[in-house]
């Protein structure tokens, strides 16, 4: 499978990466429902870990792949107490959109 | 053009659509649909590059545990019909705005940069079971302890927001 | 070894008192831990300890546990009353113990890995705590913008990490500033890049301007005892982080282009701190809001003093923290009693208290003092000893600007105490404390007199 690693010059994954990432981070500004807005959070970590994959695999280094374990972890532990607090939030105010949630000044 | 060049493409295609479809899209029940897809196009990436193991967690982890319980929320709280209320226009051109300034930054910062690699250490098993485990249970002892310490506390955390007040 | 075993045990001891319906033995439990804490860490000064190749505890990381753990215990002696909830206690216990675990982490980290996980362990309990007063909608706000803002940085730290590890083939900061001597295998771009947005994530924790907006906030939303946690433990943290990665790994890299321009960032971002943070303080009236205006003011004069890199950052760093920590938590201290008291947080609540009570206008007295500058207290000392870096290096103009700023600062520190001091009590009820509270207060303002007298024996206790 060598010829994979040279077919494909790792620009491609770096600019592939930062196209997610950016659509991740369009989606955090540009939407005001509070789920959506968890999963753009989930798109940028997903591509950062497509980037720490490749890089990985063209470093030869294993050290890559087993870091993105750990943004997985930390992940699934934002995921589970991002939700949590959004059913508080729900609970009290009937409404997930973070347009209600200005009572405090940005 | 090479085989892996033209699944490259096709699977970039479509990461990146669907990734804009799920920013774009009203519903939020679609948007977990999108994300699924994007997600099971980077496992498409992962396999390309080797990574048999990784795809295999990534698809049981995100599309598996995650995006349930996404799901599970969404239906719970009853948010599967397009209830975004209409926003102004000003907003979404910013948002619009800030982030095409972040992808042109980071490209440009970015553009010429070369990974050097040494020759002898392109080993292509590097993303099998067993070269990752040694590696996580070796070198990366002490991460793999302390991240049960997160655990515990998300956990903690999520059971103490969750349950109700005894008065 | 000793110090993660003992913090992380003390977190899951915390949860098991719950099971063993032991609740009552964890307040002495913990106070006993973080002592002890103290002197392994005092004990361990010098030794060098690598825990798996992935923490050293090295002097700088043990000078910071050793500060963490005595603001943490002064915290908890202060915060009694947020643990008097009975059916929760054990769950606030472990989510306080456990983001102590991340500070340590965060101040010892040799590897990548351990940074993001001490950042993320350090953040995820806060995020619950802030939310902690579950019925009010204030604390859910807080709690949800921190988390959102929160896992929003964490992604530019992510990515940051990433595109250094493309850039040098390791997550060891040593082999990170091993490759600026030695660049072979090291693109300098992706390094110059990765290291920007780790220190920009850092600098979202820290609430530096432009990345504050989230902290007054969600310290006016989270009840007052986790606001004073997060405007010192976390704070505490996150500079520790900072300051590791920037002395050593940023600092190895001065004679490569991009340093320079980091240099110029770095210090925007610390005066437009210390300005932004003061001028907008001083036009607040809600007592808690103006506080985290000024702990913005001061994260600013810290990572002044950081991006200085004179050849005692150490202690500068160490010492501002320890004085601004203890001032910051001593107003907190009288701001729960005084608004619990009068169920407000206005600055008019403040009106005549030396009337109702002399010893929480004298202990409130210390800490303003000490924030604003005025000597003989800790305060000053910290101030003098950047500005003295600051002013060694040359960049005069942004000495006298720090300077100006900080007078803003007396500015709105003497509107709280003359309104002590010379305004009429609204309300004449006097404010009882308890003998063991007016003890404890009277002898954390000494500290911090001690401290300001004598910052010379702390430096050799120390370091």
Not at chain 1, 30 to 46: G, K, Q, S, Y
Not at chain 3, 411 to 416: H, L
Not at chain 3, 451 to 463: K, R, T
Request: proline share 2%; net charge neutral.
């Amino acid at each position: 499978m060598k010829e994979v690693i040279i077919g494909i010059p790792i620009q491609w994954y770096i600019f592939l990466s930062i196209a997610l990432f950016c659509i991740g981070v369009l989606g955090v500004l540009f939407r005001r429902n509070a789920i959506v807005i968890f999963m753009c959070i989930e798109l940028m970590l997903n591509a950062v870990n497509l980037l720490m994959v490749a890089f990985s695999r063209y470093l030869g280094d294993t050290g890559g792949q087993v870091f993105v374990f750990f943004v997985m972890v930390v992940a699934a532990a934002e995921v589970s107490v991002g939700l949590a607090i959004l059913m508080m939030i729900y609970r009290n105010t009937k409404s997930t959109d973070i347009d209600t949630l200005n009572r405090l000044k940005w | 053009m090479l085989l892996s060049q033209y699944i490259f493409l096709f699977l970039s295609f479509v990461a990146i659509i669907s990734a804009l479809m799920l920013v774009l899209d009203k519903n939020p029940v679609h948007s977990v649909l999108y994300l699924i897809i994007t997600f099971f196009a980077i496992a498409g990436h992962y396999l390309l590059l080797n990574a048999q193991f990784l795809a295999v967690v990534h698809i049981i982890v995100y599309a598996g545990a995650i995006m349930v319980l996404f799901l599970y929320v969404i239906m719970m709280l009853n948010l599967n019909k397009d209830i975004e209320p209409h926003k102004k226009n000003i907003p979404k051109v910013a948002a619009a705005v800030a982030a095409g300034l972040l992808l042109l930054s980071l490209t440009a910062l970015v553009n010429g940069a070369e990974v050097n690699m040494l020759p002898a250490a392109r080993n292509s098993n590097i993303g099998l079971m067993d070269n990752l485990g040694k590696t996580l249970f070796k070198e990366y002892m002490l991460p793999f302890e302390i991240s049960s310490i997160l655990f515990l506390s998300a956990m903690v955390g999520a059971v103490f927001l969750s349950k109700k007040e005894i008065h | 070894m000793k110090e993660l075993l003992l913090l992380s045990g003390l977190g899951v001891l915390a949860l098991v008192a719950e099971i063993i319906n032991a609740r009552k033995l964890i307040y002495p439990f913990v106070i006993f831990g973080l002592l002890l804490n103290i002197g392994l860490c005092y004990h361990d000064l010098g030794s060098n300890e690598s825990i798996y190749g992935m923490l050293r505890l090295d002097n700088a990381a043990l000078a910071f546990t050793i500060l963490f753990s005595v603001i943490a215990l002064v915290w908890f002696i202060m915060a009694k009353n947020y643990f008097s909830d009975e059916t929760n206690i054990s769950d606030h216990f472990s989510l306080v113990l456990f983001s102590l675990v991340g500070v340590f982490l965060l101040s010892s980290y040799t590897h990548l890995s351990m940074l993001f996980l001490g950042v993320e362990i350090l953040s995820i309990p806060v995020y619950i705590l802030a939310g902690s007063d579950k019925r009010n909608v204030y604390s859910n706000e807080a709690a949800f913008k921190y988390f959102l803002l929160g896992a929003f940085a964490s992604g530019f730290l992510l990515l940051g990490i990433v595109m250094v590890y493309g850039g040098v083939g390791s997550f060891y900061i040593t082999q990170i500033a091993a490759s600026a001597l030695l660049p072979y295998g090291l693109s300098e771009k992706l390094v110059a890049i990765g290291l920007v947005l780790i220190l920009f994530a850092f600098a979202f924790k820290m609430s530096a301007v432009p990345f504050h907006f989230w902290a007054p906030d969600v310290y006016t939303g989270a009840p007052t005892s986790i606001t004073a946690y997060m405007s010192t433990i976390v704070k505490i943290g996150a500079i520790a982080g900072f300051y590791r990665l920037y002395v050593g790994v940023v600092a190895v890299y001065a004679q490569y282009d991009f340093f320079s321009s980091y240099l110029l960032i770095f210090l925007i971002i610390a005066l437009l701190t210390i300005v932004v943070g003061n001028v907008i303080a001083a036009s607040q009236s809600n007592v808690k809001r103006l506080l985290a205006y000024s702990s913005i003011g001061h994260a600013g004069f810290i990572i002044l003093g950081i991006a200085m890199i004179s050849p005692t950052v150490n202690f500068t760093t160490w010492y501002y923290l320890l004085a601004y920590c203890l001032a910051n938590i001593l107003t907190f201290w009288v701001l729960i009693i005084v608004s619990k008291q009068d169920n407000a947080e206005d600055i008019s609540v403040f009106n005549g208290l030396v009337k109702r009570n002399p010893i929480l206008a004298g202990t409130m007295t210390v800490g303003l003092l000490s924030m604003a500058g005025i000597p003989p207290l800790g305060g000053f000392f910290a101030k003098y000893f950047i500005l003295l870096d600051v002013i060694g290096r040359g960049y005069m103009m942004i000495a006298i600007i720090a300077i100006l700023a900080s007078l803003i600062g007396v500015y709105y520190y003497f509107r709280i105490i003359i309104a002590m001091f010379a305004k009429n009590p609204i309300q004449t009820a006097t404010i009882e404390i308890g003998s063991f509270t007016k003890l404890l207060m009277i002898l954390v303002s000494c500290l911090l007199l001690a401290i300001g007298i004598a910052p010379e024996y702390v430096y050799n206790l120390i370091f």
